[in-house]
């Protein structure tokens, strides 16, 4: 029977992820070569012909091309904006650590669908966004900011903060001061202080942070769905079309696939680049 | 190359005074030790040398020139941590050759000087080594090729503090050899009085944020102003003196524990005093040809030598180590004789 007792103990966790990851993925995988079905969801047969269609059709490469480079950006501009919040936050202690780590996890606190309501609401044309920069004046009349890109990254970017933060904060407070004094004391000014000391040695909280970030953007559908509109297609809104909509369950798993590929690939790619780094920050 | 001094320095952190008028001097090419317990101040008055921490009061002048409002990174004191510090992600060439990146020298400059650090330190083929893949022993003498290698007034904070034994007899010496071949003017902290007294040219005994003494090691040793600096810098005997009568300025006779004496101590003695001395001062006689009579309270062979605890006809109680080959009992009488000029005379409160 059982020889290693530990094994028993890991038996929840195996079962767990066979359930409900190992199942789902392969049944994806195996649906995204099915033919399209006539009265019911797929067929009995299996094709080629979805993967070839993705491929053939430059409006799907170009869906594709937007997720990836949207989430990229994303990605981008949460690092810009977590970098500086991570940095103070690692220097807090005591009641404003705790503080300040509420204020980080609020964005995590609201319901999903009521975080992107409450920002159709803010960035309507006569929403309190626009009608604050109206009265200072910086705008003469509403932009139009419901259902552009822009805005599907604005909230994005809200939401992932904390993925971002935490992981880097975390980082922060693992570098010891005395390595900063060191370098100021062989004449490093702040500027090189930053870029040669604290930036690379952080790299182990910023690697997570982006990894993190970029794939829950890539994926995110409810954000795009509702403050994207109709006009900006992402993978994933058109893979719940597919397999909601239509009901063309081999077709939409099939765009499942590809997007979890291509996202499987940019990550890999990101962290060869960054192997080198990422062995020699690891104190 | 520079004088360093510090005068009447003071630092307060919210309501503990860390720095309580700290005032010292470092000739050029000296090695000043700050020698004191934790929490002394010692460290403290280092960080604000390294211009890692602001001064409330006082002055700081290298050559004369004030340095208190320089910053850290353009003060020019190499700093050797009691943790190391070094840089875990740069080799140990990139970590010895940080400063010199930072001054934007020629490469080839900074590839000979570098190569010219680790040989002085003696790493020769640990350049492309991570500090996590060396010795402690190792890392330590990149932390010091690092300081030394800009050529800086050096800051030495407990730097051995984290070696086995071996190895900090081996660094210890390695740092002044340094030091000297190099005219270095340094600071060196360290709670540790044998390495105070072997390394430095000045040393400086620290007491809740002041300075009790500043003197040579042998002065610190042999001339304590205070039982603190006494106590602190090796074994000592203290003895109540019944009456004091001074002779001349530094010259004392004195009455203690039955014996009359004449001796030097700190100048200007008024009120009562204590003696000082030294169990190497100390020699085992027979009760007749001793200046004190006592009782052996105990008795202990050490190998090389021995110990015993005398108590003298008034209950003070000597240590001494004498040689190891006349056993002695406890209980036995014995006298002690007393090398007069290693005899020292203190005030009991600090003057």
């Not at chain 1, 960035?123 to 552009?148: C, D, K, V």
């Not at chain 2, 921490?53 to 941590?81: C, M, Q, W, Y």
């Not at chain 2, 006689?285 to 202990?300: I, R």
């Amino acid at each position: 029977m059982m020889r290693n007792p530990k094994l028993l103990l890991a038996i929840p966790a195996i079962a767990l992820i066979f359930v409900f990851m190992i199942l789902p993925i392969t049944n994806i995988f195996e649906m995204s070569f099915r033919t399209p079905g006539q009265s019911e969801p797929f067929g009995d047969d299996y094709t080629m012909m979805h993967y070839d269609r993705i491929l053939g059709d430059a409006y799907y490469w170009g869906v594709l091309g937007r997720s990836l480079l949207t989430a990229g950006v994303v990605t981008l501009l949460c690092l810009i904006v977590s970098y500086p919040i991570a940095w103070h936050m690692s220097k807090a202690k005591g009641l404003k650590a705790v503080f300040l780590y509420a204020c980080i996890a609020s964005p995590l606190m609201t319901g999903v669908l009521v975080r992107n309501f409450g920002w159709m609401i803010a960035a309507a044309l006569n929403g309190p966004l626009n009608e604050t920069l109206m009265a200072l004046g910086l705008i003469e009349r509403p932009l139009r900011m419901l259902f552009t890109q822009g805005l599907v990254i604005l909230a994005l970017v809200h939401v992932f903060v904390p993925f971002m933060v935490l992981p880097i904060n975390n980082a922060l407070r693992n570098i010891s001061p005395t390595l900063i004094e060191a370098a100021s004391s062989m004449g490093a000014t702040r500027r090189e202080v930053f870029r040669d000391i604290i930036l690379p040695l952080s790299f182990p909280g910023i690697y997570p942070g982006m990894i993190l970030v970029y794939v829950l953007a890539v994926a995110a559908y409810v954000t795009p769905a509702l403050l994207g509109g109709q006009m900006v297609s992402y993978m994933p809104t058109l893979i719940i079309g597919e397999l909601t909509g239509t009901f063309q369950w081999p077709f939409g798993s099939a765009l499942a696939i590809v997007l979890s590929l291509s996202t499987i690939l940019v990550v890999g790619v990101f962290t060869a680049l960054t192997a080198r780094l990422m062995e020699w920050s690891k104190a | 190359m520079a004088t360093v001094e510090v005068r009447d320095l003071r630092k307060r952190y919210q309501d503990f005074l860390a720095l309580d008028g700290v005032s010292l001097r470092a000739e050029s090419g000296q090695l000043v030790t700050l020698l004191g317990p934790s929490g002394c101040g010692k460290s403290t008055t280092l960080r604000c040398l390294a211009g890692f921490l602001e001064a409330n009061g006082g002055e700081i002048t290298v050559d004369g020139e004030s340095i208190l409002g320089v910053p850290a990174n353009r003060r020019g004191f190499g700093v050797v941590f009691q943790n190391y510090a070094l840089f875990p992600h740069m080799t140990v060439a990139e970590n010895i050759g940080y400063g010199l990146k930072i001054q934007k020298l020629p490469k080839a400059e900074i590839d000979t000087r570098v190569h010219d650090a680790m040989k002085l330190v003696r790493l020769d083929g640990l350049a492309t080594r991570l500090p996590r893949e060396i010795s402690g022993g190792q890392q330590q003498r990149v932390a010091l090729a690092r300081a030394l290698v800009l050529k800086p007034k050096l800051l030495l904070d407990e730097p051995l503090a984290n070696l086995d034994a071996r190895l900090r007899d081996e660094v210890r010496w390695l740092i002044r050899d340094l030091q000297q071949q190099s005219g270095i003017t340094a600071f060196y902290v360290t709670h540790d009085q044998s390495e105070a007294m072997a390394m430095s040219n000045m040393v400086a005994v620290m007491k809740a944020g002041r300075v009790a003494q500043f003197a040579t090691p042998r002065e610190i040793y042999q001339k304590p102003t205070e039982r603190y600096v006494a106590d602190f810098t090796g074994e000592a005997n203290f003895i109540t003196c019944s009456s004091v009568t001074p002779l001349a300025e530094g010259r004392y006779a004195i009455t203690a524990a039955g014996a009359t004496l004449e001796l030097n101590g700190v100048p200007g003695i008024t009120g009562p005093a204590e003696l000082l001395l030294r169990p190497e001062a100390l020699a085992l006689t027979t009760p007749e040809a001793g200046t004190f009579q006592g009782t052996v309270s105990k008795s202990a062979f050490l190998g090389a030598a021995l110990r015993f605890e005398i108590t003298l006809a008034d209950g003070s109680v000597l240590k001494l180590t004498p040689e190891p080959n006349h056993p002695v009992e406890a209980g036995q009488k014995v006298g002690i004789a007393i090398d007069q000029s290693h005899a020292w005379l203190m005030p009991e409160v600090a003057p």
